[in-house]
């Protein structure tokens, strides 16, 4: 059996993909559209794990029930010639280990009883003022982007007050922080703006759509 720790060896240095990380696995599973510009991901097709569809489990420790489904699934050919080896191996490692510890962006709006909102949407019955909460209610840690912004069509007529959501800050599990929004309406009429918080982990940003009336 002397082949054995050589033929190991060769395998180590052909494949450096080997060591998989089921982290960033789970982040292409989810956003590979963005990552790789594939403009869809593989959620988008097969839901979440478990219980996705068409086959999924196959992919489970096997980056090659991947390659192979690039090449012979018609619906799969935006992702031809996009997906790295080293990708199909982390994501092969996330299906098969799909409880991996990551962080979780949860977003939480509050505002004045005149408006409604939800987590995604902060409506304005008239001028006032809402606050946006991100919270990382996952077990790893995820960092912010360039600072947050607003933009759209009326973004001049609201106004991000206070935010503690620095850019480059990173949250810690169970950790947060908070923007301000101000609405001042200027004539009449419906006005709509988003703001954008970008951040490392699934979507690269979160964004809340800002309707004012
Ligand atoms: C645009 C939709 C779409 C996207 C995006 C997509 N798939 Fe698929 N995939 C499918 C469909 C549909 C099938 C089933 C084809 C069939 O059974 O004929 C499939 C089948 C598969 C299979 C099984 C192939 C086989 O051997 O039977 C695997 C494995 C797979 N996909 C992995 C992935 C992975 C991993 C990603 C993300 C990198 C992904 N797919 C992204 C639509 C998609």
């Known amino acids: 059996m002397r082949w054995l720790p050589s033929f190991l060896f060769a395998v180590c240095v052909a494949h450096p993909a080997l060591a998989q990380d089921a982290l960033r696995g789970k ?61 199909m191996a982390d994501i092969a490692a996330y299906v098969a280990d799909p409880a991996v510890a ?17 987590s995604e949407r902060l409506e304005f019955a008239g001028a006032g003022t809402s606050s946006v ?9 995820f960092g912010l982007g360039a600072a947050p912004f607003l933009d759209g069509p009326a973004a001049a007529q609201f106004i991000l007050a206070a935010s503690d959501c620095e850019s480059g800050a990173v949250l810690a599990p169970q950790q947060s922080c908070a923007l301000r929004v101000e609405y001042r309406p200027v004539g009449i009429g419906l006005r709509t703006a988003t703001l954008r918080i970008a951040h490392d982990w699934i979507g690269g940003s979160t964004n809340v759509a800002l309707i004012g009336r």
């Open 102 to 118: 990551s962080p979780a962006v949860h977003l939480t709006t509050s505002g004045p009883a005149a408006s409604a909102y939800t």
């Open 27 to 87: 982040l292409l599973y989810h956003d590979i559209g963005r990552v790789r510009g594939t403009g869809v991901s593989c959620v988008d097709c097969h839901g979440g794990i478990p219980g996705a569809l068409h086959g999924l489990e196959k992919v489970a420790g096997n980056p090659n029930a991947i390659a192979y489904a690039i090449g012979a699934v018609q619906q799969m050919t935006p992702l031809r010639g996009r997906v790295t080896v080293e990708d």
């Open 133 to 141: 909460r991100l919270t990382n209610a996952g077990a790893l840690p």
